[in-house]
Each structure stands twice: as structure tokens, then as C-alpha cells.
């Protein structure tokens, strides 16, 4: 019970990693997001950009989904267990995903291993499903990085930045 019940699809975000294909076009892309493909533009809303009457950031929104995913997880009986074991993720996942990252792109790195950590997290406890790191997995898979919101948070969608072809 390495990563617990949902040990497969733990390791489906950690091959996907190492597989290096970040930003690379992959499987189609998935229609609950507003894409964009002008890189200055797609780390402005991941940086810079309010959303909402909260004012929030786009790193407040993807910490407080994580919240809400810890907060469910923290009753299970292998949170301890499977929270120390994903821990050393966080040792090698962003050399992993450094070898992924090249030029302009390398700037994403913080994010993406923490939308990829808390991916693989999420699916430790809930297996894959449709919430808000699944969307955020879909998007990478599709060769995207999600890098803001296009709405009032909690209502909208998912913005993705996409290498222009």
C-alpha cells in the first residue's frame, strides 16, 4: 500500500512526469477550459491576475481546492501513512520535472510540481474522478499548463496555456 488504495492512479501522475512530455501536445484537449497561447499573457494570470470578488490568485485557488482535499483526507485512517510516503515526492519530482521544462518555460517549474504533487495527493485519498486536480491533470496531459481562472471563482473554468503550433 505504497500510496493506498489509489496506488495506480498515483503512479499515472508520476509516469506521466517522467515521461518528460510537459508542454508537449498530447491527448485532445479538454473542452472545460479557455485556452490561450500567449505565454507573457498565461504568467500574468498565473502571477499577477485577481479573481473574483475574493481577489484571489490563482495559487490561493489551487491551495484552497488543496485545502479542502486535505481537510477530507486528514479522517482517513492511512493519512499519516500515505502523507509520509507522498512526501518524498517533493524530494524528486522537480528534477523530474525540470528535465521536462526547457527555455521560456522553465519559470513554470514551481507550479507545475505542485499542481502534479497535489494531483497525485488528491487521487492518493480519492482515486481520479472530475474535481479540480483532474481538470488540472487533463490539461497537462493535453500538453497545457493551467495557469488562471476565467470567471468568479468557484464559478468559470479553468484557464490553460497551450505552445502556439
Known amino acids: 500500500m ?4 489509489h496506488t495506480e492512479h498515483v503512479e499515472e501522475v508520476l509516469r506521466f512526469a517522467q515521461a518528460g512530455a510537459l508542454l508537449v501536445p498530447g491527448t485532445a484537449r ?3 477550459v479557455t485556452q490561450i ?3 507573457a499573457q498565461a504568467k500574468l494570470l498565473a502571477w499577477q491576475e485577481v479573481y473574483g470578488p475574493e481577489e484571489l490568485l490563482w495559487s490561493d485557488i489551487r491551495q484552497r481546492e488543496m485545502s479542502n482535499i486535505k481537510r477530507e483526507a486528514y479522517n482517513s ?3 499519516t501513512e500515505v502523507r509520509t510516503t507522498l512526501s518524498s515526492l517533493l524530494e524528486e ?4 520535472v525540470r528535465r521536462g521544462l526547457s527555455g521560456d518555460h ?6 507545475v510540481v505542485a499542481d502534479l504533487f497535489n494531483c497525485a495527493f488528491s487521487r492518493a485519498f480519492h482515486g481520479p474522478g472530475d474535481g479540480f486536480f483532474e481538470r488540472l491533470f487533463a490539461v497537462y496531459r493535453a500538453g497545457g499548463w493551467p495557469c488562471g ?3 468568479d471563482y468557484p464559478l468559470g473554468r479553468v ?6 503550433a
Open 2 to 5: 505504497r500510496y493506498g488504495i
Open 30 to 32: 479538454p473542452i472545460h
Open 37 to 39: 497561447d500567449d505565454l
Open 77 to 79: 485512517e492511512t493519512f
Open 93 to 96: 519530482l522537480p528534477s523530474v
Open 106 to 111: 522553465a519559470e513554470l517549474l514551481d507550479d
Open 149 to 151: 481562472w476565467d470567471g
Open 159 to 164: 484557464v490553460a496555456y497551450y505552445r502556439s
